[in-house]
C-alpha cells in the first residue's frame, strides 16, 4: 500500500489494528492527522498524536489488568501518560461483556504434555517440600490469618503478597525463621515454573548456583 493510499485510509476513519513501530513511522510521516511507562512506545506515540491534535479521541484498551494491581500507583501513571480522565474495568461476567462473547465463542483446544518420570519425581519433592514449610510458616505465625492458603495456593505468586500483606505490620518483628520460611516458599515456587520451562541443562545449572549460594552463606 503506498503512502497516499494509507493517508486515505487513515483519514476515512474506523478501527486500524497496527504494531506500535508501524504507527510511529506514520506518525512521525505525519501520515495520521494528528506492563505504559514514559519510555514505551505507546506513551511516545500518544505525546506524538496530541502534538498536533489536541481535540482527537483516544482510548486504550488492555486484556492484561492484572498488571495494574502491582507496583506504584500502576493505573494512575498509565492514564497520565495517555492523558486519559476516566477508566472502565470490566469483568467477564459483565452484561455486556458476557454477551459478546457468547456471540463468537472460540474454540478452544487443550494440548498436554505429560512430565517424564524424572520431572515427576522432581515436582513430587518440590511439592513436599512447600507442604513442609507452609505447615512451618502456619505453626510459627498462629495470630495470622493463612487458613485459606493451601499447597494449591501457593502455585500463584498472589500468595507471596497475602502472606507478606500480613506479616508487613510486624515484619520488623518477624523472626528470622518466618521469613526463611517466606524466602523458602518463593524459591519453590519459582523451581516448579522453572521445572517446566527450562530444559535439563539449564535447569541443573540453576540447582548448581542455588546450592553454591546457600553453601556459601
Not at 476516566?86 to 483446544?109: G, M, P, Q, S
Request: net charge neutral; hydrophobic share 40%; aromatic share 8%.
Amino acid at each position: 500500500m503506498g503512502k497516499r493510499d494509507r493517508q486515505d485510509l487513515y483519514k476515512n476513519g474506523g478501527l486500524i489494528s497496527v504494531t506500535s513501530r508501524i504507527l510511529i513511522i506514520v506518525m512521525l510521516q505525519s501520515d495520521i492527522p494528528m506492563e505504559v511507562t514514559p519510555l514505551s512506545l505507546e506513551a511516545f506515540i500518544d505525546r506524538l498524536y496530541r502534538e498536533k491534535n489536541k481535540a482527537g479521541l483516544l482510548k486504550a484498551f488492555s486484556d492484561q489488568p492484572e498488571h495494574i494491581t502491582s507496583g506504584m500507583s500502576p493505573l494512575k501513571n498509565i492514564m497520565k501518560e495517555f492523558q486519559l480522565r476516566h477508566v472502565h474495568i470490566y469483568a467477564r461476567f459483565h452484561e455486556d461483556v458476557k454477551n459478546t462473547l457468547e456471540t463468537c465463542k472460540a474454540d478452544v483446544i487443550n494440548l498436554y504434555q505429560h512430565l517424564t518420570e524424572p520431572m515427576e519425581a522432581i515436582h513430587r519433592v518440590i511439592v513436599l517440600c512447600m507442604t513442609v514449610t507452609l505447615f512451618e510458616l502456619k505453626r510459627s505465625n498462629k495470630t495470622l490469618e493463612l487458613d485459606d492458603l493451601n499447597i494449591e495456593s501457593t502455585y500463584f505468586h498472589s500468595s507471596d503478597a497475602v502472606v507478606r500483606r500480613q506479616l508487613d505490620p510486624v515484619w520488623h518483628k518477624a523472626g528470622p525463621r518466618t521469613k526463611q520460611h517466606l524466602g523458602d516458599l518463593v524459591m519453590l515456587r519459582r523451581l516448579l515454573t522453572y521445572l517446566l520451562s527450562y530444559d535439563t541443562l539449564t535447569f541443573h545449572a540453576y540447582l548448581e548456583t542455588q546450592a553454591n549460594s546457600l553453601a556459601s552463606q
